[in-house]
């Protein structure tokens, strides 16, 4: 992997005149609108970096942005990827370690998730304080390289307690519903059924989306401190439980995307 990751990393110092970013930033489905806080610099279409994945997502644009946002330098995914596209696990993650080897200090995700609490509505934001894992495999699989973490990397913290602190209490000024809880990642990408739904949350899940873990992992094996908010786009209550489209996925995103970008901007402006 260092080989690949040595020759991805200088092809895109070369295109950006050596930028160095400070946050990397992760934009989930229908959450690319932050990339209109930054004053970009480059942009880099996946499809031009060397093993870099391409996103297969038509509502994915697929672009590396760098730029500065609130005062900070920072490289923003504008279409993030997925293990149901058909990628391993090491593909997903590849972009963090390069972000990681260009200088990230922190590491911002956003997804779009379905609420499994009945507190959490349609619409409301939801910051992750702890994950359940049921992707298939992990991203550390396979030999590990001791330069970039060791084999048994501890997952007691994986997100960043004061950046969650300093988050709700932004949301609260704002007067923006924001709850925390449980992220569950699963494979997708189908939705889940009645019976999967109520299991779901029986474990301890308050939302389950098919992203963000493994990022999270990888993240915390390179010890990248992580903040990660999911947009409650649909609601899996068993009781309640009604068909969703994509369209509709994407339309209450594009609706919550204004307040998680307010959430993040300021958030970044603290740093």
Do not use: W
Not at 69 to 90: D, F, I, P, T
Not at 108 to 129: Q, W
Not at 155 to 180: N, V
Request: proline content about 6%.
């Amino acid at each position: 992997m260092f080989q690949t990751l040595h020759e991805t990393v200088e092809y895109i110092k070369l295109k950006t005149n050596d930028f160095q970013p400070e946050i990397g930033i992760v934009l989930g489905t229908g959450l690319g609108g932050l990339v209109n806080e930054i004053e970009v610099e480059f942009s880099l279409m996946y499809s031009n970096i060397p093993n870099f994945p391409i996103s297969t997502l038509e509502f994915h644009s697929g672009k590396l942005i760098f730029g500065v946002l609130n005062g900070k330098k920072v490289v923003a995914m504008q279409g993030r990827l997925h293990y149901y596209e058909g990628y391993s696990m090491q593909q997903i993650t590849f972009p963090i370690r390069v972000m990681k080897a260009l200088g990230i200090r922190n590491l911002f995700i956003s997804n779009a998730a379905g609420s499994l609490n009945p507190a959490f509505k349609k619409g409301d934001l939801m910051i992750i304080n702890d994950h359940i894992n049921l992707q298939p495999e992990s991203p550390l699989r396979g030999r590990n390289d001791a330069d970039m973490g060791p084999r048994f990397p501890d997952m007691s913290q994986p997100y960043q307690k004061d950046l969650i602190k300093h988050a709700l209490a932004i949301a609260e000024e704002e007067k923006i519903t924001c709850h925390q809880g449980v992220y569950v990642s699963v494979t997708g990408p189908n939705l889940e059924t009645k019976a999967e739904y109520n299991y779901l949350r029986i474990i301890g899940g308050d939302a389950v989306g098919m992203s963000t873990v493994p990022e999270v992992i990888v993240a915390n094996h390179m010890s990248i401190p992580v903040f990660a908010v999911s947009v409650l786009t649909d609601e899996g209550f068993t009781d309640v439980l009604v068909p969703v489209s994509l369209e509709e996925i994407l339309a209450t995103a594009r609706l919550a995307e204004p307040k998680m970008t307010k959430i993040l901007s300021q958030l970044i402006l603290s740093l």
